[in-house]
């Protein structure tokens, strides 16, 4: 469903109209393009600690127009307020912050660039995880970035947008598969999040087609965001199968025929199942996209027992026993990617989904509490958390509630089943195993569970 706000919001008379009283201005946000190869096209600016080096080291693979600011200019061309380029990305490394009085730091390095940020500019603030610090005064000012960065994310206009990365020991190579998912339009409808690295031993050979040689199985991928996920990944070089209920057949073979994979018709609440899957993959798996999901909305006082029964049959209960056998059996290989469609919902809870919102919520703790276990084999899982996403499933919802939805965020607008693609097709990269057990919001920085 088109969002024809945004629209009126960027035609001359409706620009003039809306700023004259007040109403939020949402601009169309820069989305990654076919056939584009450069993560940010336009100005880089590098600054801070050590591991700005790092970042200094990859970053003409990222673009040709790198600039350093700062009081230790790094081996690139100072960036001069007023006069430089207007800035498409950002890094600052603020890991060697320690102390209260060097926070100033962050106001001193970001203050000159906000009037020079280009549209649906991206930054990145590089950190080390408080809870990794064995000073208390080091980890509070590392734990202030994120109080810092997320106000900043909303202080942000024309589609701008923040992250927090700690980096973790050995987790610097991982940098660079980071950097190129969060500096680019790739990461259009993410804002305000706060992500932790770890090391990985496995790494992507190759940049046009990162997934290249994996195997990834993507339910509910008949339309939707689950045949976005489909595209993106296929874009991204895997052999897709594509999983569906029955009735969706004829779809799920028509985009299997397009993107050169194969659908499985199947029920995931089926009492074979997890036989059927397992026999449909006899060469295995490497990346599992748990993204099949059902609504039944009522408030606890009106829900029935099958409304209950069948969104944590679908949502929750599915995907766990789906990736146990396919644990068990060896199906799923090392280092293998699990990704699981959470929602905000499950972070925030929403009036009318106690269902729903248990069975997403469940989902996060899987990834948290199986994340470590599945890493002694390589293996990540995550939680991806939309927020108010642009399908047929949120066209359902009454106006109000809709307008709501979509423009209480920082980038006051809904995101489309793409943005959600992006984030699940980095999660799934090998070099990704540097992230587990965390739920990544793709909310344009929602207000709700903020
Ligand atoms: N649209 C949003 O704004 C939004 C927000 C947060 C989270 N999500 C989550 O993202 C996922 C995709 O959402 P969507 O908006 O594309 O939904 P959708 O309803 O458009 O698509 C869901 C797909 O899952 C399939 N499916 C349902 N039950 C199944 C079963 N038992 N076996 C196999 N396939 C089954 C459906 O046939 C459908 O093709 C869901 O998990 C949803 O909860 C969506």
Request: hydrophobic share 45%; net charge neutral.
């Amino acid at each position: 469903m088109s969002d024809r706000y945004i629209d009126f919001a960027n035609s001359s008379l409706g620009h003039r109209l809306v700023a004259a009283i007040g109403l939020p201005s949402p601009v169309r946000l820069e989305r990654w393009q076919a056939g584009r190869l450069r993560p940010v096209e336009g100005a880089l600016l590098i600054g801070g600690g050590l591991l700005a080096a790092k970042v200094l080291a990859f970053a003409n693979k990222l673009t040709d127009a790198i600039y350093s600011y700062g009081p230790e200019p790094l081996v690139a061309p100072a960036w001069i307020p007023g006069h430089g380029p207007k800035l498409k990305a950002v890094v600052f490394d603020a890991s060697q912050l320690q102390h209260t009085d060097q926070l100033k730091q962050l106001r001193e390095f970001f203050q000159p660039l906000l009037k020079n940020l280009d549209h649906s500019a991206h930054l990145v603030i590089l950190g080390r995880a408080p809870e990794s610090l064995a000073d208390p005064f080091a980890a509070s000012a590392q734990r202030a970035l994120e109080g810092f960065g997320r106000s900043l994310a909303k202080e942000l206009r024309n589609g701008g947008t923040l992250q927090l990365l700690y980096v973790g020991d050995g987790a610097e190579d991982q940098l660079e598969g980071a950097l190129r998912f969060f500096l680019s339009p790739k990461s259009a409808y993410v804002s305000g999040q706060v992500i932790r690295l770890g090391a990985c031993a496995t790494h992507v050979q190759d940049w046009t087609r990162p997934l290249a040689g994996r195997k990834a199985l993507v339910t509910g991928a008949a339309r939707g965001i689950g045949a976005s996920i489909a595209e993106t990944l296929a874009r991204d070089g895997a052999e897709i199968l594509l999983l569906d209920v029955p009735q969706a057949k004829a779809d799920l073979d028509a985009l299997a025929a397009r993107l050169g994979g194969r659908s499985i018709a199947l029920d995931i609440c089926a009492e074979d199942a997890a036989t059927q899957l397992v026999e449909q993959l006899p060469d295995g798996i490497d990346i599992v996209v748990h993204n099949a999901g059902i609504t039944r909305d009522k408030t606890l006082a009106n829900m029935t027992p099958e409304y209950w029964d069948a969104v944590l049959a679908v949502n929750l209960n599915a995907p766990q026993v789906l990736t146990k056998t396919l644990l068990d059996s060896g199906t799923l290989h090392d280092n293998g990617r699990v990704v699981l469609l959470a929602s905000i919902s499950g972070i925030a809870g929403n009036r009318g989904q106690t269902n729903y919102a248990a069975s997403k919520a469940g989902l996060i703790g899987l990834a948290q509490a199986w994340a470590p276990l599945l890493g002694e084999r390589g293996i990540s899982i995550n939680a991806v958390a939309p927020g108010f996403i642009e399908t047929q499933m949120t066209a359902h919802i009454p106006f109000a509630l809709r307008e709501a939805g979509r423009r209480m965020s920082s980038l006051g607008q809904g995101g489309l089943p793409q943005d959600v693609a992006e984030a699940v097709a980095w999660l799934s990269q090998p070099g990704s195993g540097a992230v587990s057990g965390q739920a990544l919001r793709v909310c344009g920085q929602s207000l709700l569970g903020a």
